[in-house]
């Protein structure tokens, strides 16, 4: 795919700007097709595309969790690893004022606020991952350790199986 094939949104320009290398991905966006519709048109394992969540916790203080595709948070566990009493998804308004992007092209690269960062710890076993590039229809192909360096994304264990 030629460079100029693909958006150059702030996920972009944050990655250019920290010079992490990436691989741009287009697949036909679907409302509600999450993971499993990204896993089927690029033809990778839902496990490799990572999922940006934006959720708060009790005092309303925003975070993002970056977790595989096939899993699920568990707002319970997240909560006790965070020594918080509560953590839940924010609603899609807040979501996207705190990022700038829209809900299905959420990406945790460029926020338009610079949110702390958790990342589901098996999520760096894996070689390269898929993730939002801000725009819906639109992943980037990264090495995990980017999330470390770029976003300094604290490691956590939080999944359980859909």
């Known amino acids: 795919m030629a460079k100029e094939e693909y958006p150059i949104t702030q996920a972009v320009r944050f990655l250019r700007e920290k010079k992490i290398d990436f691989t741009a991905h ?4 679907a409302d509600h097709g999450g993971t ?13 595309v990572i999922k940006t969540l934006v959720m708060e ?46 809900v299905g092209g959420i990406s945790p690269f460029g926020t338009r606020t610079r949110l702390p960062v958790y990342a589901e710890a098996s999520i760096f076993d894996l070689e390269r991952i898929f993730i939002n590039g801000g725009k819906r ?5 990264i090495d995990p350790v980017a999330l470390e360096t770029t976003l300094n994304a604290r490691k956590i264990h939080a999944a359980i199986k859909e």
Request: glycine share 4%.
């Open 26 to 29: 287009l697949y036909p966006f």
């Open 36 to 48: 499993h519709h990204v896993s089927e048109s690029l033809h990778i394992p839902e496990h490799c």
């Open 57 to 102: 916790q009790e005092n309303h203080e925003a975070f993002i969790v970056l977790m595989h595709g096939d899993r699920e948070v568990s707002t319970k566990q997240l909560a006790r690893e965070l020594n918080v009493k509560r953590v839940e998804p924010c609603d899609m308004k807040d979501a996207q004022r705190y990022t700038g992007y829209l």
């Open 137 to 141: 229809g639109f992943m980037v192909e």
